[in-house]
C-alpha cells in the first residue's frame, strides 16, 4: 500500500542520507562543472578565495557563469543583481510546486532545506512525490550532495584547471541538459501533459527570441502552467 | 552603479548576489504561504512543475549544436526504452562527447 499522503512530507537523518546517496553519481559530472567554473573564475581574475566563496553562497552555477562575464575592474552592481535574480528566478517557481509537501514542516525547517534547492534535487523530489513517495530527503540530502561537490570541483578547477581542457568535447555541458530531460521523459505522460509542454516549449522559445534575456524559464513555466488551469485533470473524488 | 572590485568590493558583490539567490530560493514558499492549496492550484503547481523542464530544454535543443540535440534525442530515445535515468543520461553524454570527435 502506498504511504499516505500525510507521510510523503516526512524528513529523517535516514531519507536525507539516502538522498543524498542518490545524487552522487550525478554529482561526479557537477565536479567536472565546478572545474570549469574555478578555472573560468580565475581566468576573470578572481580571487581564489572569492570563487569558492561564491561558489559556497550563491551555489547556482549558471548565474556564477553568467556574473563572470561582467567581472572587472569595476562591476555594474544593478546589471549583475538583475542578469543573477532573472537567471534564478525558477527557483521561485521550485519553491511554489514544493509548497503543498514543505508546508507541513515547521518554518526553520521548511526555508532551512530550501537552501539547497537546486534543479536536479528538485527534479528528484517532485518526480518521488508523483510516485507517492518521501521526497523533501531527496531535496536536502540531494542538495547537499549537489553544494559539497560544486565547491570541491570550483577548488579542483582553479588548483588544477588544465585537467579538463575541454568540457564541452567530452559531452560535459550536457549533463544537466540529459538529466533533466530525462526527469520529463520519465513523468507522467498523457495528451494533457504533451500540450502542457508544447505550449511550455512554443512560449519558452518565443520569449527565448524576442523578451528579455534569461526570461524564457519562467514565460515558459507559467504558460505551462495556465494550461494545467484550463484544462483540469479528471477530478477524482475523494 | 559600478562597484570596484579592489579590497572589499568584491565581497560585498558576492554576498549582494548570494541575498538575491537566496530570495528567489525562499520567495516563491513565502509567497505561497498567503495562498490556500486547493484543487486549481495543486493543477496550477502540478502543470508547471514540468513545464519549468521543458522551459529550460527547449532552447537548449533549438539553440544548440547537433552534438546537443544528438545527445537529447538519444537521452530521450534510451529513457523511453528502459526508463533508467543513469544509463539514459550516460547515452546521451556519449553521444555528445563520440558526435563532436569527428
Known amino acids: 500500500m502506498p504511504p499516505s499522503n500525510a507521510e510523503l512530507h516526512q524528513l529523517n537523518a535516514r531519507l536525507v542520507w539516502a538522498g543524498f546517496k542518490q545524487l552522487v553519481p550525478l554529482s561526479l559530472f557537477v565536479i567536472a562543472f565546478g572545474a570549469a567554473f574555478g578555472l573560468a573564475a580565475t581566468q576573470a581574475e578572481l580571487s581564489e578565495f572569492s570563487a569558492i566563496l561564491m561558489s559556497t553562497l550563491v551555489f547556482a552555477g549558471a548565474s556564477q557563469f553568467a556574473a563572470l562575464e561582467l567581472w572587472g575592474p569595476e562591476v555594474p552592481l544593478f546589471t549583475l543583481l538583475l542578469t543573477v535574480f532573472a537567471i534564478n528566478a525558477r527557483h521561485l517557481l521550485m519553491g511554489a510546486t514544493l509548497y503543498p509537501w514543505l508546508c507541513h514542516l515547521p518554518s526553520a525547517r521548511r526555508y532551512g532545506v530550501m537552501l539547497v534547492a537546486s534543479d536536479a534535487n528538485w527534479a528528484m523530489a517532485i518526480q518521488a512525490f508523483a510516485r507517492n513517495q518521501p521526497g523533501l530527503g531527496l531535496l536536502l540530502g540531494g542538495g547537499l550532495a549537489l553544494w559539497s561537490f560544486w565547491i570541491f570541483g570550483t577548488w579542483l578547477g582553479i588548483y588544477f584547471g588544465g585537467v579538463i581542457q575541454d568540457p564541452k568535447s567530452l559531452g560535459l555541458d550536457m549533463v544537466m541538459g540529459c538529466f533533466l530531460l530525462a526527469m520529463v521523459v520519465g513523468g507522467e505522460k498523457n495528451l494533457r501533459m504533451l500540450l502542457i509542454w508544447t505550449v511550455a516549449a512554443c512560449s519558452s522559445l518565443l520569449a527565448y527570441w524576442y523578451l528579455p534575456e534569461n526570461s524564457h524559464v519562467v514565460v515558459g513555466a507559467l504558460a505551462g502552467g495556465i494550461v494545467g488551469l484550463v484544462w483540469l485533470e479528471q477530478h477524482h473524488e475523494h | ?102
Do not use: C, H
Open chain 2, 1 to 102: 552603479m559600478n562597484i570596484e572590485t579592489a579590497g572589499l568590493g568584491t565581497l560585498a558583490l558576492i554576498l549582494a548576489m548570494a541575498a538575491v539567490t537566496l530570495a528567489t530560493r525562499w520567495g516563491g514558499v513565502f509567497v505561497m504561504s498567503f495562498i490556500p492549496v486547493g484543487y486549481r492550484v495543486k493543477q496550477f503547481i502540478n502543470a508547471m512543475s514540468g513545464s519549468v523542464l521543458v522551459a529550460l530544454l527547449a532552447p537548449m535543443a533549438v539553440d544548440g549544436d547537433n552534438g546537443a540535440r544528438l545527445a537529447l534525442l538519444t537521452t530521450a530515445v534510451v529513457m523511453l526504452l528502459f526508463k533508467k535515468p543513469l544509463p539514459a543520461i550516460a547515452a546521451g553524454i556519449l553521444a555528445a562527447a563520440l558526435f563532436r570527435q569527428f
